[in-house]
């Protein structure tokens, strides 16, 4: 056991994930694509089919053309674009030229605005929280550069306010569960000692072992309650609710690290 209080005063760095850390989807994706369809005029596509094209169309893209075609140099609207087109493909929705490009237009322009995300109540307060404590806030995040520069900003979640520094995997070439992304971040702390960050994040794949491997502290956030929960607790990580819960276990509480 660490005690917390120890930690708190030892730490000069929190890194946090943003989506279902931070943030989270309003609906389901599936709404977005379909909705943009229909406002085109066409009939209602399926959902459920188009939810499981796009997963489909994003794993294979990623695989292709990581971190949002970073290496390839492709644009990030040419990455998205073949992205929403596959994701449609596969389920079946195979639009001409003139009619998808319209429904695009409108899937872009929403995934580019606040309009599809919430931010959890706890999120705003735990940053400016742990910055008044003087310790630096990282966000580490396989996004693309829309959630630095429009997304986050839109949801009230500033740089200079609620986040000291980003690390995108969009505009780094490197993506969790990846360690590099961790190293990258404590780079950007001013070349911090691992020991000295806290990772909080939502994923034991992406988060929590990347983090540890590079000697971080971290811990796990089941906002949702997911089975997996269980499992992480078994293997010895520790994970909490909300983030009021880790600002009580920092101020108060002890932590096994």
């Known amino acids: ?37 229909k406002s085109v005029g066409l009939p209602c596509p399926d959902y459920k089919r188009v939810h499981e094209g796009f997963k489909l169309a994003y794993t294979d893209m990623a695989k292709k053309y990581p971190c949002f075609g970073h290496a390839a140099k492709m644009p990030n609207i040419v990455w998205w674009k073949t992205c929403v087109r596959n994701s449609f493909i596969k389920a079946g929705y195979d639009y001409d030229e003139e009619t998808f490009e319209k429904i695009f237009r409108r ?25 008044e404590k003087g310790i630096l806030v990282g966000l580490v995040s396989n996004a693309e550069y829309r959630y630095q520069d429009v997304i986050l900003p839109a949801l009230g979640l500033n740089q200079g306010s609620e986040w000291d520094f980003g690390v995108f995997s969009g505009l780094e070439g ?6 590099r992304i961790y190293e990258i971040a404590l780079e950007r702390a001013g070349n911090i000692a691992p020991e000295e960050a806290l990772h909080i994040g939502d994923s034991m794949r992406k988060d929590y072992l990347p983090a540890k491997s590079v000697g971080m502290h971290a811990l796990l956030l089941d906002r949702f309650k997911t089975p997996d929960a269980e499992q992480w607790r078994k293997s010895g990580a ?4 909300d983030l009021v819960s880790v600002q009580e276990l920092l101020t108060l509480g002890t932590l096994t690290c």
């Open 1 to 37: 056991m660490l005690d917390a209080m120890s930690l708190l005063s030892k730490l000069r760095c929190i890194t946090v994930d943003v989506t279902g850390t931070l943030i989270a989807y309003k609906g389901e994706l599936g709404d977005y694509y379909c909705m943009a369809a």
């Open 107 to 131: 899937i872009y322009a929403s995934f580019g605005s606040s309009a599809p995300y919430t931010v959890f109540p706890d999120s705003q307060p735990f940053l400016r929280w742990a910055r």
């Open 174 to 179: 490197v993506e969790k569960p990846d360690p």
């Open 238 to 241: 520790v994970v909490l609710p």
